[in-house]
Structure formats: structure tokens, C-alpha cells
């Protein structure tokens, strides 16, 4: 294992060994307090860009998944096609793995796709300097190679372009209910979620005008980065409110999009939410949920029209976890009902949306 250090933009330095696949990156470094779910998190889209620091300390012990496709072409056990984080921080690597479904190790995975991985980091000390400070641009280095430092760009970069699809892709087709799914980065179980509840999905690029389509529903899925870049989205969803009453449900960006469509504005968390135990409450009731979350902006409740209002807060700190129209059949989720990984105590979401459509 080579010597590497984790550089942060303040200054600070983390000493390591690198266990994956061996080159320098740079990215924004953010931290992930769920105690499972490495495979499913690395190929979640939200994470490009970002070099993931996992917060439980033994990471690799149940080796990684084969990466097969359904009939369909979901991933079978994945969230996308790849790897999509930058690459991976954790405090104590595994080399010995063991899994009734484990089809190799998490470093041959790395190494395969081409992304970082590092180990014997502090990340106990390393999450405390992004609390207090918040979440800031990193650099893994290689300690043998002190002239070859990358360029760290992440604010600005329009990471839902990157990730999103290029074209249309349907699936179950024929099936019932048309929903238009606008895909910024979206996890294969929101699709499954979908699918599995009877209605054709049609995922469309994140900027494609699908308002002139014929669907009975749309859905606004998650993605990466920053969703003020993301203008393109945010102006065909004011024109599909503005000329139709039909269900619209967003997770996530979905969450952030539809809200600036209503016209309210976004800012960004100090170090996000990213973890399996996020409790938020729904607004006029005592019901409480267990939810799966990864976003590092969220919606300004006060600047929220006259005729939106939230529909489920964060308990921890307050903030935005859903809006919902007074009127329309339209609301979201800042959270991920679909999980995978993580608990599934609002799947009812899904229900709910597909009830909507007429």
C-alpha cells in the first residue's frame, strides 16, 4: 500500500495508505455516518464529484456484489452503471471479505472502475473538522509523487449534465399509468419502486421538454451538485405547472427543483445530510420516520409561495424534508423513500403518487 494524504482546502492533512486504484483526485470531501451500504452509496450518482469519507470504522468486511442487470437493464444490486463517487476515505480496510453474495473484494472493484480508495485515516478526527468547518474541497495525494497535485473543481460544474441520461429510455412499457421520470442522477431503486407499482416509466434527460408529451404523472428524481445550475429543469417544470394539474412527485433534487419551480430558493447545508437514521417529522402530525438521505443543499421554507407548504421537516436541525401544493396533486421528499441502502419506513411515497394518477 502506497503512502498517501488527504489535503483539505484549510490546510489540514491526513496521513493514509491507499488500497484502490492508484491516482491522485481531487473533489468535495463529505462524510456518511451509515453503518452499511458502500456499494449501493459508490454508484448512487449524487455522490460525482465528491470523495466519500465513511464514518463507521471497518469498511470491506462483506466484499462487494456481482454487477449483473436485470431484463430491463437495472442493475441488479447496484444503484447505477458505475462508481460514481470520486473515491473512498475510511479508517480501517478490510482485505478479507465474506458474503453469501459477495462476487470480489471491495479494492478489485476500486481498481477496476479506476477510483481511489484510502485507509488508515482518522475518520473519527476527519468528520469533526468538517462539522465544525463544513463541508470543503479535498485532494488525495500520493506521497511518492509530490509534483502531480490535481485541480479541485466541484462549485459551479453542472454535475446532473454529467450523470444524467442522453436520451429516452422506457420501461414497462405498455404496462399502465405513463410516468415521465426527469433523471438528474437517478437511483435504479426509484425506478424499480416504479415499476414494481405497475406504470410505464419514461426517463427523459434532466433538461428535456417532455410537456408535450403524453404522461399521467411526473416524477422529478435525484441527483448531484448544485440544483441552481439547473435552470433548464427548473423552467419546464414552471411550464408543466402552469399549463397542467397532472401528480408530480420529486426526491431528493426532485425535492429542490419543484420548490424553486414554486419559486423558492436553495442554500447549502453546512455538511449536508448524508446517512441511514435522518428522523423528520410530517408537518400536523406527531408521525415520525426513520429516513435514507444523501443532499448537501435544501429549500428555504420562507421564501415558499402562499400556496405551497411543507410537508415533512428534518428533527435534527430544522430543516426542509418536503413541500407538498395546497391544491395540485404535487409533493416531494428531501429524503430517499426508496433507500436502498438504508430503512424503508416511507416507501408509502411511491403509494401515494401512483394513487394520484387518473
Partial sequence: MR??????SDGTKFHGKSFGYEAPVAGEVVFNTAMMGYPESLTDPSYAGQLMTLTYPLVGNYGVPPFTFEANGIPTFMESDRIYASAIIVADYSEQYSHWNAHESLAEWLKREKVPGITGIDTRELTKVLREHGVMVGKIIFDDEPANIPDASYEGVNFVDKVSCKEIIKY???AGKKVILVDC?????IIRSLINRGVEVIRVPWNYDYTNLEFDGLFLANGPGNPDICEEAVNIIRKQISMSRKPICGICMGNQLLAKAGGASIYKLKYGHRSHNQPVRMV?????YVTSQNHGYAVDTRTLGEEWEELFINMNDGSNE????????WFTSQFHPEACSGPVDTEFIFDKFVETLK
Fill in 284 to 288: 400536523g402530525t406527531n408521525k415520525c
Fill in 172 to 174: 414497462n412499457e405498455g
Fill in 3 to 8: 503512502n498517501v494524504t488527504l489535503l483539505l
Fill in 185 to 189: 442522477g437517478v437511483k435504479a431503486n
Fill in 322 to 329: 418536503g413541500i407538498k401544493h395546497k391544491i395540485n396533486p
